[in-house]
């Protein structure tokens, strides 16, 4: 009996005859075998993981879990990061401690960046593709009376010119990013930002993504889990792009018989300090530093993490 990578087609019907047996018949291999094939650099799957109705609700719940980094960082982390960011910036625009600054969080998440900024005397503006986040945000921000401007927005169309001295995105977005996109992206934050104004983002390294990189595996959820309310199965697995210092991690989604097989293609590439320093340069970008992280530690060898100050040229 042939293998299609992720399991046989015995495992696969006995998979999901024993999950929900009146609803699963059989499973369409010559789909899955398409699936399992190594897709082409930065390939679209056509489903966008980060706006979905349902996932959505459990990366938001993600961020907001203070024990853990998987979404947001640490509370305590976020607070470190914005008073570095802060004195860091106003230090390198030569603002006066107490003068009013613009700053605006690219792919903001629910806010929690966007609110310790604003703390800090920032004017502040936030924008990202999840309605649920931008929701939490705008009632967060309600609740403590804080007039930041949230919009839910693809942040690749981003369109404003010189309008802030800051430009934050944090956590790894710049690295999930197709690299047409991130090109883009570059070129939009750059106008965005006034003339000598600051660009404060991390990128992880080889490293991390060695660290976090996906292998072959599946697992089954009866109902609630991540990718989907109802009983489904997900079959994950990694793929190398060594030649472009990138690697996918997917994920196959399989739910009840009629049911479309589900595929997120979830894109990483990796940065080093030679390829983020020459990629901000040839954007019009100046280096300003390069740490461990957005707290300012300096770099060590083996950093998984590496927190970039550039200024607009």
């Given amino acids: ?3 299609f990578g992720f399991c046989t087609l015995f495992s696969l019907q006995a998979i999901l005859s024993l999950m929900v047996p009146e609803k699963y018949t059989s499973v369409d291999l010559s789909l899955l075998a398409k699936l399992d094939r190594k897709p082409k650099l930065f390939a679209d799957s056509g ?3 980060w706006t979905d109705t349902y996932i959505s609700h459990h990366v938001l719940n993600a961020h907001l879990d203070p024990t ?3 979404a ?3 509370p305590e982390v976020i607070q470190a990061s914005a008073d570095w960011i802060t004195n860091r910036a106003r230090s ?3 603002a006066e401690t107490g003068s009013a600054l613009s700053l605006l969080d690219v792919a903001c998440g629910p806010g929690l960046y966007c609110t310790a900024f604003a703390d800090r005397g920032f004017s502040v503006s936030g924008i990202d593709s999840s309605e649920s986040s931008i929701s939490y945000a705008r009632q967060s921000a309600a609740k403590r ?3 930041i401007e949230y919009r839910c927005v693809d942040y690749r169309t981003l369109d404003e010119r010189s ?3 800051v430009v934050t995105l944090i956590y790894g977005e710049f690295c999930v990013m197709a690299d047409r996109d991130r090109d883009r992206m570059l070129r939009k934050i750059r106008s965005a930002l006034k003339p000598g104004g600051v660009f404060a983002f991390d990128v992880f ?3 991390y993504s060695q660290r976090t990189a996906l292998v072959t595996n599946w697992y089954t959820s009866r109902d609630n889990g991540f990718w989907a309310s109802e009983p489904h199965l997900v079959l994950e697995k990694g793929f190398s792009y060594e030649e472009a210092d990138v690697h996918l991690n997917r994920y196959l989604v399989i739910g009840g018989e009629g049911d479309p097989i589900r595929e997120y293609n979830i894109w990483r590439h990796h940065y080093s300090e030679q390829s983020v320093s020459e990629l901000l340069t040839a954007s019009g970008y100046e280096v300003s530093g390069l740490f461990a992280d957005l707290t300012g530690m300096p770099l060590e060898k083996a950093t998984e993490w590496i927190g970039v100050i550039a200024r607009r040229a």
């Fill in 47 to 49: 489903l966008s993981f």
């Fill in 68 to 70: 853990i980094d998987d």
């Fill in 163 to 165: 309008r802030y001295d």
């Fill in 1 to 3: 009996m042939p293998e």
């Fill in 145 to 147: 009376h804080l007039p």
């Fill in 72 to 74: 947001s960082r640490r």
């Fill in 92 to 94: 390198l625009i030569g």
């Fill in 205 to 207: 390294t080889r490293e």
